[in-house]
């Protein structure tokens, strides 16, 4: 990551701290195995990542009472709203970070953005959202709490999700993630905490994610998931 991409991206989330906005979203994404390093506080953690998209996750009802217009509190920095294809989500672009506001999919989910009135923005609902959600940590850099995915969450969702990916490249940064990041979390010998997370996990959810780790061969994670070992 470059060292510009990390400023914007810290002046974005001390502006959302001010606001009084940073508590109640969820910083989810690819951005999460850099920030994972002040949870792990282990040498031996790869924190090098290579996208410059940045996703927050709004839990709904979105319980905040205040009205904060989103690009006014960054638009000096250089981002720009742009509209998402022609359904009306909404990110926000900079030559150095892009930032995007998701809400889970819930029932049969629905083709239409998600309105924010408190932040004026429309998000993006997507699916096994909820999941991350129900379980978080919150960490503190640089002088900033920031909410995020339970490392196990984190690896247990892009277990999930990599074979809905499009594009090939997301597809193998996914797994390369979640691997990473589940791996480290073994260093730490956390499997009570994972195999936790995951036996509440809907039990769809836990059939999914075991197919998907046998299609890419990582036998010895279906059994730590499995049998514990």
Not at 122 to 148: C, K, M, V, W, Y
Request: glycine share 4%; hydrophobic share 40%; with cysteine.
């Amino acid at each position: 990551m470059e060292k510009k991409t990390f400023d914007i991206c810290l002046e974005v989330l001390k502006r959302f701290k001010k606001a009084g906005i940073l508590k109640h979203i969820i910083l989810i994404g690819s951005w999460d195995i850099y920030f994972y390093k002040y949870y792990f506080k282990s040498k031996k953690y790869s924190t090098y990542i290579r996208t410059k998209d940045i996703d927050f996750l709004i839990p709904i009802p979105f319980k905040f009472d205040k009205k904060i217009n989103i690009i006014e509190l960054i638009e000096d920095l250089g981002f720009l709203e742009i509209y998402k294809s022609s359904k009306g989500y909404i990110k926000f672009e900079h030559p150095d970070l892009t930032l995007e506001f998701l809400v889970p999919e819930r029932g049969r989910g629905y083709d239409k953005p998600y309105s924010i009135p408190q932040l004026a923005i429309n998000a993006q609902p997507l699916r096994f959202l909820d999941f991350l959600i129900a379980n978080t940590i919150s960490i503190n850099a640089e002088g900033l709490h920031i909410r995020l995915p339970h490392p196990a969450s984190y690896a247990l969702h892009k277990f999930i999700i990599f074979k809905r990916r499009r594009k090939i490249d997301k597809h193998d940064r996914d797994i390369e993630g979640a691997l990473r990041v589940f791996r480290e979390l073994l260093r730490h010998n956390c499997q009570n905490e994972i195999k936790g997370i995951f036996t509440k996990m809907h039990s769809k959810w836990r059939k999914k994610i075991i197919e998907n780790l046998r299609a890419i061969e990582e036998d010895e994670i279906i059994d730590i998931l499995v049998y514990n070992k």
